[in-house]
């Protein structure tokens, strides 16, 4: 834990995800040490946890295994989110980010502007809503963060395919710039746009490193 106090680690490759990533991050008094993936089954997901646990074992020296769970991650978006008086908020919803895997966030959010639309379209509990009256909730989460997943896809689809594709994203990580606008990103919770030159930079510098990413993946 003295190790882990102030520090999250985050690893890529076959060996621990074939398409997410795998972690190791501290938790109170204990440290989670997991891994995430949409395309495997349950029987390979072991193998998976056994990856992690070897990369970091170093660390994780004289530690002990208190438990050992495994649960699906809700990464889309539900095709129907409200149906008459019912509306889904949450990991119900299907609201974790790609790329990130953020959940709580969004959950919370999702649950407040749901009760918000519904407090309105109730006049404060006089009436009952209507399934269009919930349905406005998502218009608004949307509008709101439709982007912002629409991003977070597309940057999972192009970094974490291969491991030529991950060899590229470790690289960019180290980029100043693109820390600053992940960081802005993260803390926000939307896509905050670079200024044009930046943005022309981080596309460069993107390109570049996905091209040695491939010549120097083994």
């Given amino acids: 834990m003295a190790y882990y106090e102030e520090l999250a680690e985050m690893y890529?490759?076959?060996?621990?995800?074939?398409?997410?990533?795998?972690?190791?991050?501290?938790?109170?008094?204990?440290?989670?040490?997991?891994?995430?993936?949409?395309?495997?089954?349950?029987?390979?997901?072991?193998?998976?946890?056994?990856?992690?646990?070897?990369?970091?074992?170093?660390?994780?020296?004289?530690?002990?295994?208190?438990?050992?769970?495994?649960?699906?991650?809700p990464e889309h978006p539900r095709p129907r989110r409200v149906v008459g008086r019912v509306a889904l908020v949450g990991d119900a919803a299907g609201t974790v980010t790609k790329s990130s895997g953020e959940g709580i966030y969004f959950a919370a959010k999702s649950a407040r502007m749901c009760a918000e639309v519904i407090v309105e379209a109730s006049n404060n509990g006089q009436t009952v809503p209507t399934e269009a009256d919930l349905k406005r909730y998502l218009k608004l989460w949307d509008k709101q963060?439709?982007?912002?997943?629409?991003?977070?896809?597309?940057?999972?689809?192009?970094?974490?395919?291969?491991d030529a594709t991950r060899e590229a994203f470790v690289e960019m990580c180290a980029d100043i710039d693109v820390q600053e606008l992940t960081f802005?990103?993260?803390?926000?919770?939307?896509?905050?746009?670079?200024?044009?030159?930046?943005q022309m930079k981080i596309t460069a510098k993107t390109i570049g490193s996905l091209l040695r990413g491939n010549a120097l993946a083994p």
């Fill in 145 to 162: 963060y439709g982007v912002t997943y629409l991003v977070l896809d597309i940057l999972q689809r192009v970094f974490y395919r291969s």
């Fill in 184 to 198: 802005d990103s993260y803390l926000y919770k939307t896509v905050v746009p670079a200024n044009p030159l930046k």
């Fill in 12 to 73: 890529v490759g076959d060996d621990v995800s074939p398409d997410f990533y795998a972690w190791v991050f501290p938790k109170y008094d204990h440290v989670a040490v997991g891994t995430g993936t949409m395309k495997v089954n349950q029987a390979k997901i072991k193998s998976l946890q056994a990856g992690i646990r070897k990369r970091a074992a170093k660390r994780l020296e004289g530690g002990e295994i208190i438990k050992v769970e495994a649960h699906p991650i």
